[in-house]
């Protein structure tokens, strides 16, 4: 794991030499002051020669104006590295969503997805920019000190070493379990999410069932776990940097007492001891630093954890490698004993066969839940079908370029999706690059020209999210003007006028009428009026396609659709 981590700096090389080389210097300067006390309490100060010793001033001033040049390069740089690490991961995550399946959606809640792209990669960067560089840093400090310790005094050099793998021992044991709970932290972070998105979702329902203290009480528990895991990482980092500054300041104390003790034996001056004390401090930053990487560095590695999880889930739909791109569709479609079911033990398509002819409107109606729905989300491949084949102008759908397969497939549904935005951005989504004109055209030919006249800001109205601000029978036009400026030679209406009262539901069906000119249309309706004139009506039930036939023919054959029929306007 940890290679696939350092894989992403990869893109980063500059900066990241220039960081760490900035790093290490200044690491390495930091080791200048001590020695630099030491000669100037051991030599120039008894020698009073004012020159040298104002000589010696001004190049530790150089030293330290180098050190904070170093310090910005890797405080601005080194943190730019980072956040281009996290960017870089992000985009892929995100890029990697837009690929994933259906049935990854199905199984996933939208808020945990959110909270992986934003909250989980969050101290990515911070581990990215400091984990191998303060790690490297402190090891070169800790060796730099005993060398400049051990030519002071040996003994002394090597008591101090003795204490250090201990501590450091003792540092890292209060330190475990950070990276498991971290993980939890995120799952919690996730959880939360998940609810506040069905809450503010669906805030109207809630409130509709007056249901807000059941809300409260979902949220309250979601809100103390969160509380509890996180109270648990402070708990464990409290644990480990109290115990490493105890630690640290240990190796003072032993310091003075030893270092006292071969003063008095004559063995270390006044300047090497004063040197040895501010060495034995240089300690507390690579200790501490490594205590920090050990600090942060669960939290990171959580989050890559959960960032790989996503980014090595394989889309379970995607392009074969020799896939064709599809060109223009004329529209002919066949279903050759398709079957299919959304979990394994469970089928709901059992060898369906259809034909479809180009151009021709064929309507399926049956019982709720007999699958319809789902027969008509096999063709732009949202799920694959699990039995049999279907192609489209003679070709296996699997052997088309996904991308261009579902360019040419427009679905209508019953909710309408549409983004926070204008009215246009909404229409534009049928064509991202449609001029100003064709928007208006699409707009026209759904007859939502008036709507938009009137309204103060016309084509550029914001209708609130998800279109809150549009009546039903409104959002349903701006999906049919989105169709028209789409323009696919297949189209799918799935109960796309069923939320609508009868009186909508016939002015809109008009417009559908038009859309549906010159386009293979399969359409899925409820209310059987607004299929009569179908080429063909299908009827679907738990066992498959029941009857096939124009409407005059089904009902004076007497099935179930005459039945259906007549439950509907002869009651
Ligand atoms: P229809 O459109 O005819 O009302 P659907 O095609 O929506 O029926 O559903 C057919 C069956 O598949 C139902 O039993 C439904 O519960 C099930 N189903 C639909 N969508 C999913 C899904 N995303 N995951 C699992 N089961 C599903
Ligand atoms: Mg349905």
């Known amino acids: 794991?940890?290679?696939?981590?350092?894989?992403?700096?990869?893109?980063?090389?500059?900066?990241?030499?220039?960081?760490?080389?900035?790093?290490?210097?200044?690491?390495?300067?930091?080791?200048?002051?001590?020695?630099?006390?030491?000669?100037?309490?051991?030599?120039?100060?008894?020698?009073?020669?004012?020159?040298?010793?104002?000589?010696?001033?001004?190049?530790?001033?150089?030293?330290?104006?180098?050190?904070?040049?170093?310090?910005?390069?890797?405080?601005?740089?080194?943190?730019?590295?980072?956040?281009?690490?996290?960017?870089?991961?992000?985009?892929?995550?995100?890029?990697?969503?837009?690929?994933?399946?259906?049935?990854?959606?199905?199984?996933?809640?939208?808020?945990?997805?959110?909270?992986r792209i934003t909250n989980d990669l969050n101290d990515i960067g911070e581990v990215a920019h400091h984990g191998p560089e303060d790690v490297f840093i402190a090891v070169m400090t800790l060796v730099g000190a005993f060398i400049l310790m051990a030519d002071l005094n040996l003994q002394l050099a090597v008591i101090t070493f003795i204490i250090v793998p201990i501590m450091a021992w003792v540092i890292i044991y209060f330190g475990r379990n950070m990276t498991s709970t971290y993980h939890n932290l995120f799952g919690n972070v996730g959880n939360f999410n998940a609810r506040i998105e069905d809450n503010v979702g669906g805030i109207r329902v809630v409130q509709s069932f007056a249901n807000e203290e059941h809300e409260k009480v979902l949220f309250a528990e979601d809100n103390q776990r969160f509380r509890q895991t996180k109270l648990m990482a402070y708990k464990l980092m409290a644990k480990s940097s109290s115990v490493s500054y105890m630690m640290t300041r240990l190796i003072t104390i032993v310091v003075m007492i030893c270092g006292a003790w071969f003063f008095i034996q004559g063995e270390l001056a006044i300047g090497e001891f004063v040197a040895f004390i501010l060495l034995s401090n240089i300690f507390f930053r690579p200790i501490e630093k490594i205590n920090a990487v050990i600090e942060s560095y669960p939290k990171g590695i959580a989050g890559f954890k959960r960032y790989l999880e996503i980014i090595d889930t394989e889309p379970d739909i995607a392009d074969k490698p020799d896939a064709t791109h599809a060109g223009s569709l004329r529209g002919d479609?066949?279903?050759?004993?398709?079957?299919?079911?959304?979990?394994?033990?469970?089928?709901?398509?059992?060898?369906?066969?259809?034909?479809?002819?180009?151009?021709?409107?064929?309507?399926?109606?049956?019982?709720?839940?007999?699958?319809?729905?789902?027969?008509?989300?096999?063709?732009?491949?949202?799920?694959?079908?699990?039995?049999?084949?279907?192609?489209?102008?003679?070709?296996?759908?699997?052997?088309?370029?996904?991308?261009?397969?579902?360019?040419?497939?427009?679905?209508?549904?019953?909710?309408?999706?549409?983004?926070?935005?204008?009215?246009?951005?909404?229409?534009?989504?049928?064509?991202?690059?449609?001029?100003?004109?064709?928007?208006?055209?699409?707009?026209?030919?759904?007859?939502?020209?008036?709507?938009?006249?009137?309204?103060?800001?016309?084509?550029?109205?914001?209708?609130?999210?998800?279109?809150?601000?549009?009546?039903?029978?409104?959002?349903?036009?701006?999906?049919?003007?989105?169709?028209?400026?789409?323009?696919?030679?297949?189209?799918?209406?799935?109960?796309?006028?069923?939320?609508?009262?009868?009186?909508?539901?016939?002015?809109?069906?008009?417009?559908?009428?038009?859309?549906?000119?010159g386009r293979t249309t399969l359409v899925i309706a409820h209310r059987l009026t607004t299929i009569k004139n179908a080429d063909r009506i299908i009827v679907v039930n738990e066992d498959g396609i029941s009857e096939e036939g124009r409407h005059e023919d089904l009902l004076n054959a007497g099935g179930t659709y005459s039945r259906l029929y007549q439950a509907q306007y002869n009651a």
């Open 1 to 115: 794991m940890l290679r696939r981590f350092f894989s992403y700096y990869r893109p980063y090389k500059g900066l990241f030499i220039l960081d760490f080389s900035c790093a290490v210097g200044a690491g390495l300067l930091e080791l200048a002051f001590p020695v630099a006390v030491n000669t100037f309490i051991d030599e120039l100060l008894p020698g009073k020669d004012w020159p040298l010793i104002l000589l010696a001033c001004i190049a530790l001033l150089a030293i330290y104006a180098l050190t904070t040049v170093m310090n910005y390069v890797v405080t601005y740089w080194g943190h730019m590295l980072g956040i281009n690490i996290e960017t870089n991961m992000r985009k892929k995550m995100f890029d990697h969503i837009q690929k994933l399946s259906f049935r990854f959606f199905d199984n996933n809640k939208t808020g945990h997805l959110i909270g």
């Open 333 to 517: 479609i066949v279903f050759n004993n398709v079957s299919f079911g959304y979990e394994a033990d469970r089928p709901v398509l059992n060898r369906i066969s259809l034909k479809v002819n180009a151009g021709e409107t064929i309507a399926f109606v049956g019982p709720s839940g007999a699958g319809k729905t789902t027969i008509c989300s096999l063709l732009p491949r949202f799920y694959d079908v699990t039995g049999g084949a279907i192609s489209v102008d003679g070709t296996d759908i699997r052997d088309l370029k996904l991308h261009s397969l579902r360019k040419q497939i427009g679905i209508v549904q019953q909710d309408v999706f549409l983004f926070s935005g204008t009215i246009r951005e909404n229409i534009a989504y049928g064509k991202l690059d449609a001029p100003l004109d064709e928007i208006w055209t699409a707009a026209r030919r759904a007859h939502l020209e008036d709507l938009i006249n009137s309204l103060p800001d016309g084509m550029d109205t914001i209708i609130g999210e998800r279109g809150v601000k549009l009546s039903g029978g409104q959002k349903q036009r701006l999906a049919i003007a989105r169709m028209f400026l789409k323009n696919p030679p297949i189209l799918i209406l799935d109960e796309a006028t069923s939320a609508l009262d009868t009186e909508t539901e016939a002015a809109i069906q008009q417009s559908l009428a038009e859309l549906s000119v």
